[in-house]
């Protein structure tokens, strides 16, 4: 019965990196197709040419485009990081009034789709007068990426031994101080976590990137990739697709893989034990 179930086990473990493996595998073969062959389906290898990469290099700002969706997700993690450090400082550790339900308000923010939002932070970017700059991704990613932030980092500090506090305020240490030298290096497992999937979440963003910006300058690669077009307005170039698609998720990937420890800590950790 143990091995009928240890079977069943692994079999589902099976089925399911299988299905979530498998887009990203395809997309990966069918990059090095050209020609007839993209529309041929094959699950293993038939043919390898690069022509499709060399391809997405000469449409026209596509590299402009990736310089551009690291900068604004960079910016939307440093950003985010550095006012959700602080307010989680304070929602953890001073007592207030209305404590409890600023931080379910806050929660409750995230709930909110895009969709519903897009007309009212359209108006305001403009009014601010940074459409069609960088800024509008950055400052739309950080308040869609601050409550995620904010309730983990939160519930991170909050298990974190009040002993440790007390014996920096004993030694003169301020608010700061404590935040910087002594809450930092303990919650680096959180910020990994959070910071990775923020940037996650902004390198993938389309409808924001799409609304906010509109010139090649200044697109991210999601819109970039979404508006590649053929030698005619009724082909659509499916291999160029799949070669730009492979060349952002690689990153992406590298990026987990090398800090998939930190991420499972970030995730898992409530504390500290001493």
Do not use: C, H
Not at 139 to 158: A, D, G, K, N, Q
Not at 165 to 178: K, L, S, Y
């Amino acid at each position: 019965m143990k091995i009928v179930k240890k079977i069943a086990f692994y079999l589902l473990v099976l089925v399911i990196v299988v299905a979530s493996v498998f887009p990203f595998y395809y997309a990966v073969i069918t990059s090095f197709k050209t020609g007839t062959a993209l529309f041929e389906v094959n699950y293993w290898p038939t043919s390898f040419s690069l022509n499709n990469y060399y391809a997405v290099f000469e449409q026209g700002e596509f590299p402009r485009n990736i310089l551009n969706s690291v900068f604004i997700a960079t910016m939307t993690v440093i950003l985010a990081l550095l006012m959700a450090v602080t307010a989680s400082y304070a929602l953890a550790r001073v007592r207030f009034r209305g404590r409890g339900l600023l931080l379910m308000t806050i929660l409750a923010v995230s709930m909110f789709p895009q969709i519903a939002v897009l007309s009212g932070l359209f108006e305001m970017i403009r009014f601010i007068g940074i459409y069609n700059t960088p800024w509008a991704l950055i400052l739309s990613y950080t308040i869609f990426t601050l409550p995620f932030t904010v309730w983990v980092l939160t519930t991170f500090m909050r298990d974190l031994p009040i002993e440790i506090e007390e014996a920096a305020i004993v030694d003169g240490a301020t608010p700061w101080q404590i935040i910087v030298k002594v809450f930092l290096p303990l919650m680096w497992p959180a910020l990994v976590t959070t910071g990775l999937l923020a940037f996650i979440g902004a390198w993938n963003e389309f409808l924001f990137a799409l609304t906010f910006t509109s010139s090649n300058e200044t697109r991210t690669v999601p819109v970039a990739i979404g508006l590649l077009s053929g030698a005619t307005q009724y082909e659509t170039p499916w291999g160029i697709i799949m070669a730009a698609s492979v060349l952002v998720t690689v990153p992406i990937i590298i990026m987990v893989l090398i800090f998939q420890r930190k991420i499972v800590a970030g995730l898992t950790a409530g504390g500290v034990k001493g």
